[in-house]
């Protein structure tokens, strides 16, 4: 071997095969970004464009006819200080979400428990517990819902034929209307269902079985093994339910006719988003509205990230 | 004392079974009835099944509903292809690919899925006025062409990630490009997430009314959801049994799907709760 080797060679041979594994490299790179073209364009184009263009116009007085018009934070000062609606419509959505999302979630897991016990026909109840909230977005069913609550719809039908009482127009009165959207939102406790029984079957069978024998009730298993094993799913559901409530918007609308009403009880956040926007094209202050909603969003979604490390199973690293 | 308890679970669950489903079989059954007793008639079996709702519904508004269930099809079908091609060969780039910066905008593409739309809608309206795109379904399929639903993209990443590398590696020494292994290889070992992404993008397509709201006026290119929403304002409290007709023939499509697929929605639920 010729150990004293002058350095010339060498350092010619790497710098050649530099630039060849460089060359291989931008050809890997020209390659990937060739598949991920559509995306990009896609993701420019119509997701940080459009958050960047909302972002600007929440600044600007826009009627979709003359140019932006520049006003400072006057639509966030308008929002805050002097709209009515606008604190009208976090209060629906607030209140919705405080009854649905609970109410839903405890019924869901109900439900999961008891099927999750092998129970014969337990799969037939669990897809005809489903069928709900496969429907349930659907303009039909809200249609269906506006009948249910009117004054003689199905539901004081069946009051008055089951125990003879006159039940109230429950949709038109202010006092109740938000509430049959809350029950239309607990119908579809399908999906937070079908998550919690994928749940369940995680829990190790045997410690059930070591707590039976030394001697736990039902209520003690539940309380000290089946909730803290299934806490990361429950708080899954919990964070997926909240970011859908703020989303609502079909059934508010078609139950309401498009107005939120009566007297602004079902002036859902997004349904007044559209009103401003659609309605009266008022695309900055509607632009303003949608930011205020992604920082209350945002927020929620940094304490799921926060907490994630008790929670999030996924493994997401693409090495 | 065991079987007393499976009883009793088995009564419970029968019991909210029908609570739940009960006004679903009403509307169903009252689109049968004439007009006259649906208010009085709570019975999820009609006397005999007279389809004269039906006929006068279909025709109901100024179009037919054959113009309508035309719409709604041809934007979910079209949506079906644009997110099966779209989203597989995105995550086919994440799964497979080498390329600089592929974790920062693997990253970033998570992070659009927690994007809510009311952020991108008014913008995006701006963008598609320009365009000259209102009154047109571009609005409703083409972004699903540019893998606008990142929640197909991480689902099929999941799923590529599956499939063993030794499958591309040796198509690579047999002299298969990047392309060919897409198609060749990874789609059709990609059929069952292909299906799931197929069945969503259908049903949620199906049912979207926000959109079709936003960008359709022109009543000629109304969806299904929108003719139920423009009946209901218009018939109103006159004509229940039509629109329980028509209603009942929206929720159809979706009802059949979830017969014939009801194990891959189910699964497709479970694996992270998807729903709109």
New interface residues.
């Given amino acids: 071997m010729n150990v004293s080797a002058p350095m010339g060679p060498a350092v010619l041979g790497d710098a050649h095969i530099g630039s060849h594994a460089k060359r291989a ?1 931008l050809r ?2 020209l ?3 060739a ?2 073209a ?6 420019f ?3 940080l ?3 960047l ?2 972002l600007y ?1 929440s600044f600007t007085k826009f009627d ?1 006819l003359t140019p932006p018009q520049w006003i400072g934070l006057d639509n966030y000062a308008r929002m805050f200080g002097s709209d009515a609606r606008f604190w009208q419509a976090l209060k629906v959505t607030f209140v919705y979400m405080i009854l649905e999302v609970p109410l839903k979630l405890c019924f869901a897991l109900l ?1 999961a428990l ?2 999750d ?1 092998g ?3 337990g799969s037939l ?11 349930g ?5 809200a ?2 819902w ?3 609550f ?1 004054g ?3 539901v004081n ?2 009051l008055l ?1 089951a125990f003879g009482i006159r039940g109230p127009a429950w949709i038109s009165n202010p006092d109740t209307s938000l509430y049959t959207l809350v029950l239309l939102a607990i ?1 579809q406790f399908g ?2 269902m ?2 919690f ?2 749940g369940l079957r995680q829990v190790p069978q045997d410690l059930y079985e070591a707590a039976s024998m030394d001697g736990a009730g039902a209520w003690r298993r539940f309380r000290k093994i089946t909730l803290p094993m299934l806490a990361p799913v429950v708080f ?2 919990l964070v ?1 339910q909240v ?2 409530g ?2 609502a ?2 059934p508010a ?2 139950v309401s ?1 498009g107005t939120g009403g009566p007297v602004d009880s079902t002036l859902f956040y ?1 349904l007044y ?2 009103q401003e ?2 309605a009266y094209f008022r ?1 900055g202050y ?2 303003a ?3 205020v ?2 920082i209350v ?2 927020i929620f ?1 940094a304490i799921s990230f926060l907490t994630s490390k008790y929670w999030v199973y ?1 493994e ?1 690293d ?1 090495r | 004392m065991i079987r007393a308890k ?1 009883l009793l ?2 009564a ?2 029968i019991g ?2 029908f609570v ?2 009960y ?2 079989l ?2 169903a059954a009252s689109s049968f009835k004439p007009e006259s007793i649906i ?2 008639d ?1 019975s999820i079996w009609p006397k005999r099944f007279d389809l004269s709702n039906y006929l006068s519904g279909w025709h109901a508004l100024q179009e037919s509903f054959t113009v309508f269930f035309l719409n709604s099809t041809l934007i979910a079908v079209l949506v079906v292809i644009g997110n099966c091609l ?1 989203c597989s ?2 995550a ?4 497979r ?4 910066g ?2 920062v ?2 990253i ?3 992070g ?1 899925l ?14 598609f ?1 320009q365009l000259g795109w209102i009154d047109t379904f571009l609005p409703l399929v083409v ?1 699903k ?4 639903d990142a929640f197909f ?1 991480f689902l099929m ?2 799923f590529f990630r599956a499939i063993p590398r030794e499958l591309d590696e040796a198509a690579v020494l047999d002299g298969c490009n ?1 392309w060919r292994i ?1 198609w060749k290889i990874m789609l059709p070992l990609s059929l069952p997430v292909l299906a799931t992404t197929a069945i969503f993008s259908f ?1 949620w397509t ?2 979207d ?2 959109g079709p ?2 960008y359709l006026n022109d009543a000629s290119l109304y969806t ?3 003719a ?2 423009a009946f ?2 218009a018939a109103g ?1 006159s004509a ?1 049994g039509q ?2 007709a ?3 023939l ?2 159809l499509p ?2 059949l799907f ?1 017969l014939f697929f ?1 194990r891959l ?2 699964e497709g ?2 694996f ?5």
Avoid: C
């Fill in positions: 490299a890997r790179d390659v990937g970004y598949f991920l559509p995306w990009l364009v896609g993701f184009v119509f997701s464009g459009p958050v263009a909302s116009l979709l439900v008891a099927l016990k129970i014969r026909g109840y669990r897809a005809l517990f489903y069928v709900p909230s496969l429907l977005g659907s303009v039909a069913i249609v269906l506006r009948q249910l009117e003689n719809g199905l039908q069946v034929w119908w999906s937070p079908i998550i029984l994928a899954f559901n997926l970011i859908e703020f989303k918007f079909t609308f078609v006719g997004t988003l559209y926007a659609f695309m509607a632009s509205l949608a930011w909603l992604l969003i945002g979604t996924y997401d693409p | 499976t679970t088995h419970a669950l909210a079974t739940m489903l006004p679903l009403w509307m208010f009085t709570l779209a060969i995105t086919f780039a994440f799964a690919l080498q390329f600089r592929r974790r905008w693997f970033v593409m998570l659009t927690m994007l809510p739309y009311h952020v991108t809608l008014i913008p995006q309206y701006v963008l006025q972004p062409f540019l893998a606008a993209i990443v999941q990047p897409y049903l199906w049912n009314f926000l709201l936003v299904v959801p929108l139920l929403r209901v304002d409290q229940w629109l329980f028509m209603s009942t929206a929720v979706i009802f979830f009801q929605i189910i639920v479970a992270s709760g998807m729903k709109r």
